[in-house]
C-alpha cells in the first residue's frame, strides 16, 4: 500500500489519519509531523500512527498529504522544499491555495494534487474535489482518487472549480450544523427539553440526508412531499423565504468562495 505522511495533523491531517485507518490502511504505512509535541504524543497515542520529522516524512513516503493553514503554508513548503527529490507525489488539502503555488515552490516536475476534503472524513463520510496540477499524471490522479475515496466520495473537478468546491462541500458542513444548532433552539424555546430537541432535529438532518441519496431524488419534489397545502410546514417555509434565507444561503456560499479565491491570491508573488 501506498506510504503516506500527513504534514500538519489538526483537524483535517487527523480526520485523514482516522479515516485512512478505519479504511484499512495499518497505522505503519502512515507517518504525520505536526509542530506541538503535545498533540503529536495525543495523536500517537490515539492511532499508533509515528510523529516524524519533516525530513524522515519526505525520505518514507509516497504522498505528502499537506494539511497545514494556508497561512502556515511558506514555512512548510520552505523546510519540505530542499528534502524532497522531485519524485514525491504532494496532496494538498488546503483551502484556496494553487497548485501554481506547491509547484513554484518544490523541485521542479513535481506532482501536485489539490484536494478539498471535509471533516466527515473522521466518519469515512467525507465528500472530496480532487484536481491535479500541471505535473500530475492520470495515476496520480487515480491514486488519490482511491485514497479519498477509502474514506468518502470523492469526485474530480477542473481547479477552476476547486474555490466554489471548498464553498459548497468543504464549508458545507458548518452550514447544516449551524442549521441544526438554530432548530434545536427554536426546540428548546418551543418548551422541548435539549436532549430531547437535539434527537429529533439530528435524525430529522439523518433521515432528510438518507432520502436525498436515493435514487432519482431531488431536493425540491422531497420539500413539496413534506409540505401538505395549507399545513405547518407551508407556514414554516413561507417565514424562511420572510427572511430571504434562500438568498442568504447563496450570499454565503459566494462569500465563501471568494474567501478561498483571496486565501489564493495572498500567496502571489
Ligand atoms: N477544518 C475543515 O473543515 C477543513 C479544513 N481544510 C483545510 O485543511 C487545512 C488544515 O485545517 P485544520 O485541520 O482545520 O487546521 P488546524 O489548525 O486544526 O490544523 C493545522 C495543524 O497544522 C500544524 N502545523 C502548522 N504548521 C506546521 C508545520 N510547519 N509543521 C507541522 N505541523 C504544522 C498545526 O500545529 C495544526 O495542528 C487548512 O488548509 C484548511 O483550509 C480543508 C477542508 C475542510
Ligand atoms: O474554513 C475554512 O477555511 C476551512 C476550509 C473549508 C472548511 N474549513
Given at each position: 500500500?501506498?506510504?503516506?505522511?500527513?504534514?500538519?495533523?489538526?483537524?483535517?491531517?487527523?480526520?485523514l489519519?482516522?479515516?485512512?485507518?478505519?479504511?484499512?490502511?495499518?497505522?505503519?504505512?502512515?507517518?504525520?509531523?505536526?509542530?506541538?509535541?503535545?498533540r503529536?504524543?495525543?495523536?500517537?497515542?490515539?492511532?499508533?500512527?509515528?510523529?516524524?520529522?519533516?525530513?524522515?516524512a519526505?525520505?518514507?513516503?509516497?504522498?505528502?498529504?499537506?494539511?497545514?493553514?494556508?497561512?502556515?503554508?511558506?514555512?512548510?513548503?520552505?523546510?519540505?522544499?530542499?528534502?524532497?527529490?522531485?519524485?514525491?507525489?504532494?496532496?494538498?488539502?488546503?483551502?484556496?491555495?494553487?497548485?501554481?503555488?506547491?509547484?513554484?515552490?518544490l523541485?521542479?516536475?513535481?506532482?501536485?494534487?489539490?484536494?478539498?476534503?471535509?471533516?466527515?472524513?473522521?466518519?469515512?463520510?467525507?465528500?472530496?474535489?480532487?484536481?491535479g496540477?500541471?505535473?500530475?499524471?492520470?495515476?496520480?490522479?487515480?491514486?488519490?482518487?482511491?485514497?479519498?475515496?477509502?474514506?468518502?466520495?470523492?469526485?474530480?473537478?477542473?481547479?477552476?472549480?476547486?474555490?466554489?468546491?471548498?464553498?459548497?462541500?468543504?464549508?458545507?458542513?458548518?452550514?447544516?450544523?449551524?442549521?441544526?444548532?438554530?432548530?434545536?433552539?427554536?426546540?428548546?424555546?418551543?418548551?422541548?427539553?435539549?436532549?430531547?430537541?437535539?434527537?429529533?432535529?439530528?435524525?430529522?438532518?439523518?433521515?432528510?440526508?438518507?432520502?436525498?441519496?436515493?435514487?432519482?431524488?431531488?431536493?425540491?419534489?422531497?420539500?413539496?412531499?413534506?409540505?401538505?397545502?395549507?399545513?405547518?410546514?407551508?407556514?414554516?417555509?413561507?417565514?424562511?423565504?420572510?427572511?430571504?434565507?434562500?438568498?442568504?444561503?447563496?450570499?454565503?456560499?459566494?462569500?465563501?468562495?471568494?474567501?478561498s479565491?483571496?486565501?489564493?491570491?495572498?500567496?502571489?508573488?
Amino acid at each position: 500500500m501506498t506510504r503516506i505522511a500527513v504534514l500538519g495533523a489538526g483537524k483535517i491531517g487527523e480526520s485523514l489519519l482516522s479515516g485512512l485507518i478505519s479504511a484499512g490502511w495499518s497505522p505503519g504505512e502512515l507517518q504525520f509531523t505536526e509542530r506541538y509535541p503535545a498533540r503529536a504524543a495525543e495523536l500517537t497515542d490515539r492511532y499508533g500512527v509515528a510523529a516524524v520529522e519533516v525530513a524522515q516524512a519526505v525520505r518514507d513516503a509516497d504522498v505528502l498529504a499537506v494539511a497545514v493553514k494556508p497561512q502556515d503554508i511558506d514555512p512548510l513548503l520552505a523546510e519540505v522544499a530542499p528534502n524532497m527529490t522531485g519524485r514525491e507525489l504532494v496532496v494538498s488539502l488546503c483551502a484556496g491555495l494553487p497548485t501554481s503555488l506547491f509547484e513554484r515552490s518544490l523541485p521542479a516536475g513535481t506532482a501536485v494534487v489539490r484536494v478539498m476534503p471535509n471533516t466527515p472524513m473522521l466518519v469515512g463520510e467525507a465528500m472530496s474535489a480532487i484536481s491535479g496540477g500541471a505535473h500530475a499524471q492520470d495515476a496520480d490522479l487515480k491514486l488519490v482518487e482511491e485514497m479519498m475515496s477509502s474514506v468518502g466520495s470523492a469526485v474530480l473537478v477542473p481547479e477552476g472549480q476547486q474555490d466554489a468546491a471548498t464553498a459548497l462541500s468543504g464549508s458545507g458542513p458548518a452550514y447544516f450544523y449551524y442549521l441544526v444548532e438554530s432548530m434545536i433552539e427554536a426546540g428548546v424555546l418551543a418548551g422541548v427539553p435539549r436532549d430531547t430537541a437535539a434527537e429529533l432535529v439530528v435524525q430529522s438532518a439523518a433521515g432528510a440526508a438518507a432520502m436525498l441519496r436515493t435514487d432519482g431524488a431531488h431536493p425540491g419534489r422531497l420539500r413539496e412531499a413534506v409540505t401538505s397545502p395549507g399545513g405547518t410546514t407551508a407556514a414554516g417555509l413561507r417565514e424562511l423565504d420572510r427572511h430571504g434565507v434562500r438568498s442568504a444561503v447563496v450570499d454565503a456560499v459566494e462569500a465563501a468562495r471568494q474567501r478561498s479565491a483571496e486565501l489564493g491570491r495572498a500567496h502571489e508573488d
